[in-house]
């Protein structure tokens, strides 16, 4: 079975700032991991996805997160925030088993101050 | 592909009355997901369908809660009777398989009043 835990609900960065965005996964068989954003009054929409290739992911809008096998992690990164960048992000996680549903975290609110 | 479509967008009725939520997946995807989402408890999966048979139904909250999938194209959730704290943004996903990215609707935003 596969669980996912992000750390902190709302995280506030000034505009220009880096961004950081905690997961921790786990997983008893090599996991999928990705990064959804859910703008207002949207549906959620993939931001990068990790598949057991490279371990740096780059994703869109200037995102990028480094899974690490030895620490359970998948955190997202981005060097400057944008207003923009406002919104909830989510991470997930699935595996290779058929039938695995994917596990999404409770999400991670971010707040951009100017 | 438009996406995966939902009706409606919002959906406002009273307490008891039956609500039945539509959603059209990605032509091609085999899986498709429910999830209901609140401020309270965040993103819930409810029930997934492979396909168009259900596979796992444990998050569906209860009785009052059913859903189908006729053919490949077409799901259906109904609450009947809809209680107040039903209220939450209904959303539904597609996947051509498990662990590959789902794709979301825009949503169902249900009130019961």
């Known amino acids: 079975a596969q669980s996912v835990t992000q750390l902190g609900s709302h995280v506030s960065v000034s505009e220009g700032a880096l961004v950081l965005l905690r997961c921790n996964y786990s997983?008893?068989?090599?996991?999928?991991l990705f990064w959804y954003v859910q703008y207002p009054n949207q549906g959620l929409q993939l931001l990068l996805k990790?598949?057991?290739?490279?371990?740096l992911v780059k994703g869109i809008n200037g995102f990028e997160a480094e899974f690490k096998k030895s620490e359970t992690s998948f955190h997202l990164t981005k060097p400057s925030a944008h207003m923009s960048d406002a919104a909830e992000y989510f991470c997930?996680?699935?595996?290779?088993?058929?039938?695995?549903?994917?596990?999404f975290g409770k999400g991670t609110r971010l707040h951009i101050l100017p | 592909d438009a996406g995966v479509i939902q009706s409606p967008r919002h959906e406002v009725t009273e307490m008891g009355q039956e609500v039945t939520l539509r959603c059209k997946p990605i032509?091609?995807?085999?899986?498709l997901f429910w999830y209901r989402q609140t401020m309270m408890r965040g993103l819930e999966l409810l029930i997934y369908?492979?396909?168009?048979?259900?596979?796992?139904d444990s998050g569906m909250p209860e009785d009052r809660f059913s859903a189908k999938m006729p053919n490949a194209s077409f799901s259906t959730l109904k609450i009947q009777p809809s209680e107040p704290r039903d209220s939450a943004v209904y959303f539904c996903?597609?996947?051509?398989?498990?662990?590959?990215?789902?794709?979301f609707g825009q949503g169902t935003r249900l009130t019961v009043v």
């Open positions: 996903a597609s996947s051509p398989d498990t662990y590959t990215e789902a794709f």
């Open positions: 997930a996680v699935s595996a290779v088993n058929r039938d695995d549903k994917i596990i």
């Open positions: 997983s008893s068989v090599p996991p999928y």
């Open positions: 990790y598949t057991s290739a490279a371990t």
């Open positions: 369908f492979n396909n168009n048979v259900p596979i796992d």
């Open positions: 032509s091609g995807h085999d899986y």
